[in-house]
């Protein structure tokens, strides 16, 4: 079993910056490919970015491509989304997963095994 527990969200006017953690436990954290996905109101849950196990591939949603940097820092078993130039759309509630899977990360939700409990992003305009 993997412990996610996902921190750093809050409420943040348009274009300002948030930077979301995700803290692991249990399992060896370097073994499992990490993942961000969010879901707002009245929406599906949606891939945002993904790190393989070692930090060397990413993997961005289109919409977030050039704004958000996802990042892990394997000694201290956690995981980042560093979120600049927010929008109003960025709004959602924000969960980090882990993958047991090797290679590219995965953008399908189906293929994560563990989930934490998620973090509110609030953007105003």
């Known amino acids: 079993q993997v412990q996610l527990v996902e921190s750093g969200g809050g409420l943040v006017q348009a274009g300002g910056s948030l930077r979301l953690s995700c803290a692991a436990s249990?399992?060896?954290?370097?073994?499992?490919?990490m993942g961000w996905f969010r879901q707002a109101p009245g929406k599906e849950r949606e891939f945002v970015a993904g790190l393989s196990r070692g930090g060397g591939i990413t993997r961005y949603a289109d919409s977030v491509k050039d704004r958000f940097t996802i990042s892990r820092d394997n000694a201290k078993n956690t995981v980042y989304l560093q979120m600049n130039s927010l929008k109003p759309e960025d709004t959602a509630v924000y969960y980090c997963?882990?993958?047991?899977?090797?290679?590219?990360?995965?953008?399908?939700?189906?293929?994560?095994?563990?989930w934490g409990q998620g973090t509110q992003v609030t953007v105003s305009s």
């Open positions: 249990g399992r060896t954290f370097s073994n499992y490919a």
């Open positions: 997963a882990a993958d047991s899977h090797y290679g590219t990360p995965s953008i399908k939700e189906n293929e994560y095994d563990y």
